[in-house]
């Protein structure tokens, strides 16, 4: 369904209005206790009513990618056309590619450096988070046509809530997550972070927590989803440090943290939040996706232009292990993206040569190395398999 969305800035004045998708009613949270105390993390396996209000139930305890096989595409994407979204944060532009012929076919000027394009929760939209111009800008996947923008300050990076209530802004130069209304955009909650450069993100199994990166002083937060406050926070133990995208293991129990200047993935227990331990998987580790069967997880490593498969292995140490590396030929800098519908192909931005890349997720060898815009970062894979999107490029439960 479409809604009308007036866009508000910080003192609640309208800005824009924007004909956008909306998600849901969301089931009202519950009242938060007060003070400060914090509901221990919950078993692993919890069943759905454990979980955050109003989210969907868990579809696999044991697999929280289970929503993402092969084609199982949600019938409120089915009949988009397959395409490739690509924010160019130098050119203030999107690169619209076929993936069938490995084409751009159009180029949409957008606002001041674009930097992800992120699905909707109810998937119906993407957003291009517009930094520097403080708005979002809709984009209509079913048309390709893009929408009045809608004021948002310093949108870097854009998740919702598991429940669809919230939009949650990560306001990197302002040093603030922003929870917002996902229907209007309308600020709710500023969060300051205290930290340089918060970027990524993801949830737990049962939506109560989330993990993000401050990618400038090395930092981990652990987020209340539902009282929107910060719980947790730690410095990595290593100097030097600049962590990148977060992700969650598919049986729920590990996260993962790229990092860029320690060249791996730092791997944390998340319910815990001890001190994580680094695995090195390759120069510049920034981007982490997981494959269409749960098995595996693609790390970009922007610094030296190669992809480390990763091989999920429950109760493993690590909770799993390198199995190979793929290597671009002749170089280039695998920053953001995502996995195609069918999983055949990881596409892959390539920051620093305004270039993407599609790589052969059966081998690793490179399908086609396809020129862009300046500077591309987030790229969306669209549509992908799932029943709700968490944000950023596409992550899908």
């Known amino acids: 369904m479409t809604f009308t969305a007036c866009s508000s800035s910080d003192s609640g004045q309208p800005a824009a209005r924007a004909a956008v998708s909306a998600p849901p009613p969301a089931a009202p949270a519950a009242p938060a206790p007060d003070g400060h105390s914090v509901q221990p993390a919950l078993p ?108 948002v300050h310093d949108p870097y990076n854009l998740y919702f809530t598991p429940n669809g209530k919230h939009a949650i802004v990560m306001a990197s130069a302002d040093m603030e997550i922003v929870f917002r209304d996902a229907h209007t955009m309308a600020p709710v909650k500023h969060v300051p972070v205290g930290c340089d450069g918060v970027n990524h993100a993801d949830f737990s199994p049962d939506g109560r927590y989330f993990i993000v990166s401050c990618e400038f002083d090395g930092t981990l937060l652990k987020v209340d989803t539902e009282k929107m406050e910060i719980i947790g926070r730690q410095k990595l133990p290593l100097s030097g440090t600049m962590p990148q995208d977060v992700k969650i293991s598919p049986d729920g129990r590990t996260w993962y943290i790229a990092d860029m200047m320690s060249h791996g993935v730092w791997v944390l227990d998340g319910d815990a939040f001890t001190t994580p331990k680094l695995v090195k998987t390759g120069d ?107 944000g950023h490029t596409g992550i899908f439960r």
């Open 44 to 151: 692993h396996g919890e069943t759905p009513d454990t979980g955050l209000p109003g989210m969907p139930p868990v579809l696999d305890p044991g697999d929280l990618y289970a929503a993402d096989r092969p084609n199982q595409l949600a019938d409120a994407v089915k009949n988009f056309p397959s395409r490739v979204y690509v924010p160019n944060t130098e050119s203030d532009t999107v690169s619209v590619i076929d993936p069938a012929t490995y084409k751009v076919i159009e180029t949409i000027p957008v606002g001041d450096q674009p930097q992800h394009v992120v699905p909707s929760w109810d998937m119906k939209t993407l957003w291009v988070n517009n930094d520097l111009g403080n708005t979002l800008t809709p984009l209509d996947p079913a048309t390709g046509k893009i929408g009045p923008t809608v004021d």
């Open 284 to 390: 510049g580790a920034h981007g982490l996706y997981i494959s269409r069967d749960s098995k595996y997880m693609y790390i970009s490593n922007r610094g030296e232009g190669s992809i480390t498969l990763w091989e999920f292995a429950p109760g493993a140490e690590n909770g799993g292990h390198i199995k190979t590396k793929w290597n671009i030929p002749g170089g280039g800098s695998p920053d953001m993206g995502g996995v195609s519908a069918d999983g055949k192909v990881l596409w892959l931005s390539g920051r620093y040569d305004s270039e993407v890349y599609a790589i052969d997720t059966t081998d690793g060898h490179l399908i086609a190395r396809i020129p862009v815009g300046e500077g591309p970062h987030g790229l969306a894979v669209y549509p992908q398999p799932g029943r709700y999107s968490l």
